[in-house]
């Protein structure tokens, strides 16, 4: 027989959940665009560095010589203990002194003030006046005359001596006789010649030495009528004929040694050259965006602070105005020769030398 095998019933598949549906997505927002760089500015050559002096060397150190030893230090005796000292015996006193009676103070003599003799000395014994001996530089000095004696009483006056006898002297009626006046040491007095109009009388100049600071009011002076000058010559023959020499010694900076500007009338230096020739150490500081650069200028003594753009400057901390301010040109700063004159304590001068001009620069 065939027997049909009974399936069993397939449990019905249970329905699936829906699917929730996806959250859209945010827009991505944009990307600002970014700023462009600002170019870099250059950066300005240095200066090449001189090249550093080598250092002697130093000389071996010579060996010390071994100390001696100490001799040991002998010990000290003891002291002896001293005697005791015997006491003192007490003094008896004494009977007291009876004061002797005062007797009458002794009243010495006076004697009264002298009186000088009735007369003159040349009426009692008359003698030839006196030349005086003129040493042959200077002033002449007053013959010597001998005191007179004391007089105590006219009743009781000595007789007045007789003057010594004074040998000729060669009369000199040209020079009266004066007080002899001591001579100083410092300012020497130079004598001039009696004129009639001082009545006779020798006058005596005294020359009086001159201050630091009136010595450097003459040195400046000059420099500034040399500058002027300088400057009526330079627009007549120009620039090119111009150079600069420092104690007489010529310089050759690597830009124009002499600068005039029409529109202030000013004549301008490369200060590095001149500056460093003088026993300066010239350093240049940049500012920042290329404002506020400065020049530092030092040497013993000396503290200069320049400013570029600026009419301001500083001499050893204290502020300077300038007649013209400080600028650069190709590379190197310039400063009026008044500034020169003023800041690096300068003199100048100038001279022709066949077709050039030169500029002198010295330190005084």
Do not use: C
Not at 50 to 68: A, E, Q
Not at 100 to 114: A, F
Not at 353 to 364: F, K, Q, R
């Amino acid at each position: 027989d065939v027997y049909k095998r009974q399936v069993d019933p397939v449990d019905p598949v249970a329905p699936v959940d829906p699917v929730d549906p996806v959250d859209p997505v945010d827009p991505v927002d944009p990307v600002d665009p970014v700023d462009p760089i600002d170019p870099v500015d250059p950066v300005d050559p240095v200066d090449p560095v001189d090249p550093v002096d080598p250092v002697d060397p130093v000389d071996p150190v010579d060996p010390v010589d071994p100390v001696d030893p100490v001799d040991p230090v002998d010990p000290v005796d003891p002291v002896e203990p001293a005697d005791p000292v015997d006491p003192v015996e007490p003094v008896e006193p004494t009977d007291p002194v009876t004061p002797e009676e005062p007797t009458d103070p002794i009243v010495p003599e006076i004697p009264g003030p002298p009186e000088p003799p009735k007369g003159p000395i040349d009426t009692i014994n008359p003698v030839e006046p006196i030349e005086p001996e003129v040493p042959e530089t200077g002033v002449p000095s007053e013959p010597e005359v001998p005191e007179e004696p004391e007089v105590e009483d006219e009743a009781t006056a000595p007789e007045i001596p007789e003057v010594p006898e004074v040998p000729e002297v060669p009369s000199v009626p040209s020079v009266p006789v004066t007080p002899s006046v001591p001579q100083p040491t410092n300012p020497t007095p130079k004598p001039q010649e009696p004129s009639s109009a001082d009545n006779g009388k020798v006058i005596e100049v005294v020359e009086h030495p001159k201050s630091q600071a009136e010595i450097e009011k003459e040195i400046k002076t000059v420099s500034y009528a040399k500058a002027k000058e300088f400057k009526t010559i330079v627009n007549v023959v120009g620039v090119e004929r111009a150079g600069i020499k420092v104690n007489g010694v010529e310089i050759f900076p690597d830009v124009k040694p002499v600068i005039h500007d029409s529109i202030s009338d000013k004549v301008f230096v490369p200060v590095r050259f001149i500056a460093e020739k003088l026993g300066f150490e010239v350093k240049w500081v940049p500012g920042m965006n290329g404002q506020g650069d400065r020049v530092f200028l030092q040497k013993k003594g000396f503290g200069i602070v320049i400013n570029l753009g600026s009419d301001r400057a500083y001499l050893n901390g204290k502020a300077i105005t300038l007649n013209h301010a400080a600028f650069v040109n190709n590379d190197r700063t310039y400063l009026s020769l008044e500034t020169i004159i003023e800041l690096l304590k300068a003199q100048i001068d100038y001279r022709e030398s066949g077709a050039s001009l030169y500029l002198n620069v010295m330190p005084y």
